[in-house]
């Protein structure tokens, strides 16, 4: 397991970016998280910053981190959006998605450039969405898609340091239970993933942090900011 490392995560208060926190201070890791809602832990130092105004995030993070060295960087927090279709979604929803899944990702990415932090690995919490549409989910899709591209653009052009896109797999969170109460009748996309938690098919938080982690840490990078499914690992 990663032990004693400094360690940024966004978006730790809830689902898998919770877990990845609290796993990874099981093991002396110092972490420190920016999103939304406050931690509930001393033990991690963190900042609340709603990504919705991703111009706020240099400023937070000038505040939070105190260090030349993150040895990890999780790229974490993210919503799904409304799951509707594409011609009801306004532009002001596709604004707001591409704020919080990808711009804000591009603010924290150039605030460790800028101030020139060291960084082992950048792990980019991807998607089979952000793969191929689905119907209903243009917001999440296209959103995650952009990600994606962001983080192999960052690959390209950054030499100092490693990047990777991480497809965790489902994972019961809030996004499941969002999933859930979207009408199967109006987006017949969502039955699959509805039928899974009836099931108790869908992998709990916990259960993802320790396979992102086991897999990080013996990883290899091969093309710097590849995808990578875990789920087949
Ligand atoms: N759940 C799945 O099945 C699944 C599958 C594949 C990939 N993922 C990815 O996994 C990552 C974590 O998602 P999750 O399932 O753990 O969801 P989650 O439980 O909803 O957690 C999302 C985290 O992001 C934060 N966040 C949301 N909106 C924010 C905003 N405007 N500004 C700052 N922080 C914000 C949340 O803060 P609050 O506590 O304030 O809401 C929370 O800490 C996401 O990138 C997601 O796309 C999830």
Known sequence: MIKKKKILISGASSGLGRSLANTLLKYNNKIYCI????????????INCNFKNPKNIREKLSILLN???????????GILGKIKNIHKCSLDEILEIFKINVLANKEILDFIIKKKIKTKLIVAISSGAALSPKSGWYLYCSSKAAFKFLIESYALEDNKRKYINISPGLI??????????????????VKKFKRLNEKNKVPMPDEVAENILNFIQNY?????????DIRKK
Not at 172 to 189: A, G, P, Y
């Open 220 to 228: 290899k990078i091969n093309n710097n900011g590849e995808y990578q």
């Open 67 to 77: 260090t030349k060295k993150l040895d990890y960087v999780f790229l974490n927090a």
């Open 172 to 189: 019961k969170t809030k996004m499941q239970n969002q999933i859930c109460r979207v009408d199967e009748k109006k987006i017949s996309s």
């Open 35 to 46: 999103g939304r809602s406050s931690i509930k832990n001393e033990k991690i130092k963190s």
